[in-house]
């Protein structure tokens, strides 16, 4: 069983950095992709960034390049996201999600197990 709580999220300027944590609870020590999604109003939910929490790796959508980091602290089995620049297209729920199997996937359909999400909402 995984369960997962992201934290966070906010109202900010264009610009302006945030940082979002998830919080991972495993009953299992096997790896485990990490990832997070987004969801825009009205439009559908996309991948952000991934990694594997234990033998690490990650993966950034090209539209965060640059901008947002991954990094974790498994002594807190956490997971952050670090977004800097942030820009008013970054406004969404932010998800975080985690699969088995190793690898860096992209995909919603991968991953069985999902967060409630935390509100990011950037203005101009």
């Known amino acids: 069983q995984v369960q997962l709580v992201e934290s966070g999220g906010g109202s900010l300027q264009a610009g302006d950095s945030l940082k979002l944590s998830c919080v991972v609870s495993?009953?299992?020590?096997?790896?485990?992709?990490l990832t997070w999604f987004r969801q825009a109003p009205g439009k559908e939910r996309e991948f952000v960034a991934t990694?594997?929490?234990?033998?690490?790796?990650?993966n950034y959508a090209e539209s965060v390049v640059g901008r947002f980091t991954l990094s974790r602290d498994n002594t807190k089995s956490t997971l952050y996201l670090q977004m800097d620049k942030l820009k008013p297209e970054d406004t969404a729920v932010y998800y975080c999600?985690?699969?088995w199997g190793g690898g860096l996937y992209r995909r919603t359909s991968e991953y069985p197990y999902w967060g409630r999400g935390t509100q990011v909402t950037v203005s101009a």
């Open positions: 999600a985690a699969a």
């Open positions: 495993i009953q299992n020590s096997n790896d485990i992709t």
């Open positions: 990694s594997r929490r234990l033998s690490g790796g990650t």
